[in-house]
């Protein structure tokens, strides 16, 4: 029977009565007496210098409160990038300056010029208008290989090259992995694209900066993942404004996707000219602007190299990618195509010898950085459409040579520096094939080819470094930041508990999930618990939520901090019944003591610890509230099987999904309908990156061609099937208190390759002999290819 | 400035507005009902779904004037008095058909114009229906599951869990 209660039981999200009745509490809907509102002029040119800005006739408008330019924050730091990459010489990334408005040049379609204040949205935006930008237009640099050639456009001056970085990984392996190839039994390589993907979080960004003249205090309202990340990045290294007078609230968060983790211009914009007008300022973003100025995410372009034995074992992987930064580093974005791409080449097999090589280039695009999965996706992509299109070379079934290959002993130490601590490859494997009934395909595929259709059945693995992070390990790494969370318990008089978490959940469900472990813990109804989160004044210093880390490293600290409590609440209870701590115990909300029938309550022992008037005050501090911050020893490593099956209609080259099945391994499990629901929206996400979303530019002029929903392929209800998920294979996560890995990016990962692999196989099936098709396979890609 | 009124969620308001004013921004700034999102500029994501005269509307694409007479409906109005959530509402719950949040309303109000025409949807026709309603989180699969479900159909041999 399932549990209605505590750990493992499907509990009804709280947070979903405000949600649908329209009481949810997001930026925009926050107004403050006396806000004026920000309209940004942005560039709607790639590449150019800045001859002139007038602003005269703008600022006469009605409601014009001030219109500022890049001139008004030269005395301040630009946008902070949070992860150095050191490269295959040792040295630093190139890093160029990010300023808050552009100074002297502008570098992508979006960048902001100038911003007006006024009294309303509509004066803002209508004076804007008035500006008079003067821009001398330089070519724009857009593809990535002709950005390193020699005679290219600069994007920034003061950089000797566009590329930012040449990395390779692991260096010391390189000559034993060509080595490798020279001797290899059969080599198949590919060429393809991880197509530029835009997040889209259905909630636009928003901030609103306010300035307390009584106390010097500036709180920033702002649409994000991690406020206390924003604190620290925008008040220390941006504005200049110590901890202790900042103060920045994300409160509900129309989802993420990694889109609102990084630090954006115009939160640093709201908090400084609140302060400089002495009036709260607001921005929101329209869906247009968001597409011109949330960093973007992907963009990889690779050639990968799968080398085998003549039995089929891999013995050698070798890859070479191109990674576009965009025009600025944006937060996190050097680690995405380096330390969370290339160690997760190893993929779930055993191959011995791997070598990446990851060029990061500059160009006159937005900045690009982690989005939903961020490097391991296109890990994931390359690394499983090269071995389908080497099983198809071999002519050998794609899962026997997966399962020959598949590592089976744990822990298992990667040629690509990161240990996997435990799994079950082929227990996902076998639950993948009876839930998505691979017996069945043939004759599916005859019924499909009997209507005239081409049927393809795609499978993949994958596998992800999820808990993101062991803070020492990520210091090497190049990471300017700890990647610890915390928690703090608050035990209140009456016995309710209020639980604040650095994690922040913007669709997640923590205010549902966290406290079902706490309530599991201490015996107590979940109702009794209440989980505080995205308020840097309430909640203790924690890193935030994305890289499916919120359980596994804040939930641990959660834990920690409830243990602490656990601890104190005995002694009390001890105290309270005369007897000795180590015979306490506490189990359904009682303290007993063991092998008697005395007993007290857990609101016995609260009340006590608040109103302390036979307490042994010598021995225990009254209250009862601890915290505690919880650093991985290693990550969590999610892993599964996915199988996606297509219908191909050979006269239009569309694709529909008819069957999607994913067979995950999450270790423990809390809550499953909310673990379920985060596949579900993986998958939409993935099918989306692999039949629909593009990002696309201009190759010449850099105009940004996708940037409305008119242009980008969102995907829509009647673009996907039911799916069918399971995570019953479960082997728990060794080395964190619940056991737990971590389940928010793997339907992003693992999906696009077993799409793309059916398509392939649908049209193998069909007499095409085609290899690859990038994504987004679209109708005209397809029937393209099989009219070649 | 245009004066208008027109009678939301069963009570009658007015004001004054630019003549651009959308009925979204009517809604949300005037009335302070923000249970309304905006979440494109296109008329593409439904996030601003209301009903006007008993049809669903995108709100961002109309005028708060063209509304002038109307009665609206929005997702403030949709549980009873004492917050009893109806029985849309409550299947979006059970089965977990919404994650941030944000699309909800939208969700939810053409979900409801969508079964006040077809009592009984094929998962097709939900699916078909909800093309205009854009959601990022779930893929889907728990809304549409949950539009059936409010429709009184059996939804146990849907992938649960």
Not at chain 1, 107 to 132: F, K, L, N, S, Y
Not at chain 1, 300 to 313: K, S, Y
Not at chain 1, 513 to 533: C, K, R
Request: hydrophobic fraction near 40%; glycine fraction near 10%.
């Amino acid at each position: 029977m399932p549990k209605d209660s505590g750990i493992g039981a499907s509990s009804k999200r709280r947070e979903d009565v405000r949600f649908l009745t329209g009481a949810g509490n997001y930026t925009d809907d926050i107004n403050i007496h006396g806000q004026a509102y920000v309209h940004f002029l942005r560039s709607d040119v790639a590449h150019g210098r800045i001859v002139s800005i007038d602003t005269a006739a703008a600022s006469a408008m009605p409601g014009v409160v001030r219109i500022f330019t890049g001139a008004d924050f030269e005395g301040v730091g630009g946008l902070p990038c949070g992860w150095q990459v050191t490269d295959r010489h040792g040295q630093p990334m190139a890093e160029p300056g990010h300023p808050v408005l552009a100074q002297g040049k502008v570098r992508h379609v979006g960048d902001p010029i100038a911003a007006v204040v006024a009294d309303t949205a509509e004066q803002a935006r209508d004076a804007a208008e008035a500006i008079g930008v003067e821009i001398e237009e330089l070519p724009a640099v857009v593809d990535m290989k002709a950005a390193l050639a020699g005679d290219a456009a600069r994007v920034h001056d003061d950089l000797p090259s566009n590329l930012c970085y040449d990395w390779g990984f692991v260096e010391e392996n390189k000559a034993a992995v060509d080595a490798a190839f020279d001797t290899a039994a059969h080599v198949t390589t590919l060429e393809l694209v991880n197509n530029r993907l835009v997040a889209n979080p259905m909630e636009p960004r928003v901030a609103i900066g306010d300035y307390a003249r009584a106390t010097g205090e500036s709180t920033l309202y702002t649409t994000s993942q991690n406020p206390h990340v924003i604190r620290l990045l925008m008040g220390a290294f941006v504005l200049g404004i110590p901890e202790h007078k900042l103060r920045v609230v994300a409160p509900d968060v129309g989802g993420g996707f990694g889109s609102k983790i990084f630090h954006y211009a115009e939160e640093a914009f709201c908090t400084f000219a609140a302060k400089a007008i002495n009036r709260p300022v607001k921005w929101t973003s329209s869906r247009s602007e968001a597409f011109m100025s949330d960093a973007h995410g992907r963009d990889h372009v690779t050639r990968i190299e799968l080398a085998l034995d003549a039995d089929n074992n891999f013995t050698a992987i070798r890859t070479e990618t191109l990674a576009n930064m965009g025009a600025y580093l944006s937060t996190f974005a050097p680690s995405v195509p380096t330390w969370l791409h290339g160690t997760l080449m190893a993929g779930n097999y055993k191959t011995p010898l791997i070598y990446v090589n990851v060029k990061a280039v500059f160009t006159n695009t937005v900045p690009v950085d982690a989005y939903r999965g961020a490097g391991r996706p296109e890990a994931t992509f390359q690394l499983e459409r090269v071995i389908d299109k080497a099983a198809r070379e071999l002519g050998v079934d794609p899962i026997a040579l997966r399962r020959q290959n598949f590592v089976t002993e744990f822990p298992y130490q990667t040629p690509v520096a990161v240990v996997y601590d435990t799994g079950d490859y082929n227990a996902t494997m076998d639950k993948l094939e009876e839930i998505a009934d691979i017996a069945g395909f043939a004759a599916r595929r005859a019924a499909s080819e009997a209507k005239g259709k081409l049927r393809g059945l795609g499978v993949n693995c994958y596998i992800e470094a999820c808990g993101i992070a062991p803070s020492n390990l990520v210091g090497q790494l190049g990471a300017r930041a700890g990647l610890y969370d915390a928690a703090t318990v608050r035990v209140n008089a009456t016995g309710s508990i209020s639980v604040m978490v650095g994690a922040h959940s913007h669709g997640q469900g923590h205010e549902t999930a966290f406290p079902q472990v706490v309530a599991e813990m201490l015996g107590i109804d979940e109702s009794m618990i209440e989980i505080v989160h995205g308020d840097s004044s309430k909640i203790p210093f924690g890193m935030g939520t994305y890289g499916s880390r919120s359980l596994a490293v804040c939930g641990s600290a959660m834990v920690r901090a409830t243990e602490k409590i656990i601890n104190k609440a005995k002694k009390i209870a001890a105290h309270l019944m005369e007897a000795s701590e180590a015979d306490i115990e506490l189990k359904g909300g009682q303290f007993t003591v063991a092998g008697t029938d005395k007993s007290v309550a857990w609101g016995d022992v609260t009340l006590a610890a608040y109103v302390p008037h036979n307490y042994p005050l010598e021995d225990i501090e009254p209250g009862l509230e601890e915290t505690a911050f919880y650093d991985p020893s290693n990550f969590t490593y999610p892993a599964g099987a996915y199988a996606c099956e297509v219908e191909v209609d050979p006269e239009t080259g569309k694709v529909t999904v008819e069957r999607f099945s994913a067979a995950d391994d999450f270790g423990n499990i809390v809550n499953p309908m909310i673990v379920s629901g985060q596949v579900h929206g993986g998958l939409g996400q993935g099918i989306g990156q692999a039949l629909l979303e593009n990002c696309a530019y201009d190759p010449e002029t850099g105009q940004l061609l996708s940037a409305s929903y008119m242009d980008y392929a969102m995907p829509r209800a009647d673009d996907v099937p039911f799916y069918a998920v399971d995570h019953s294979c479960a082997t728990p996560c060794t080395h964190n208190p619940l056991g737990v890995k971590g389940c928010g990016e793997a339907g992003a990962i693992g999906s696009p390759p077993a799409v793309v692999n059916a398509v392939i196989d649908a049209l193998q099936s069909g007499g095409k002999t085609v290899a690859h098709i990038d994504m987004p396979v679209s109708p005209s890609r397809v029937w393209a290819a099989m009219n070649g | 400035m245009p004066q208008i009124s027109m009678t939301v969620n069963g009570r009658a308001v007015s004001g004054e507005v630019e003549g651009r004013t959308l009925l979204s921004t009517f809604l949300r700034d005037h009335l302070s009902l923000t249970g309304t999102h905006v979440g494109c500029d296109t008329g593409q994501c439904g996030a601003c779904v209301v009903h006007v005269d008993g049809v669903a509307v995108k709100s961002c694409n109309m005028l708060a004037a063209e509304a002038s007479g109307s009665s609206v409906g929005t997702i403030e109005g949709q549980a009873a008095a004492d917050g009893t959530l109806n029985a849309l509402q409550q299947a979006f719950q059970d089965h977990h058909g919404l994650q941030c949040g944000f699309c909800t309303p939208g969700m939810v109000m053409s979900a409801a114009a969508l079964l006040k025409d077809n009592p009984r949807p094929s998962e097709a026709e939900v699916r078909a229906h909800l093309e205009g309603n854009l959601c990022r989180c779930t893929g889907y699969h728990n809304i549409v599951k949950a539009v059936l479900a409010a429709s009184g159909q059996d939804v146990s041999g849907i992938a649960a869990e």
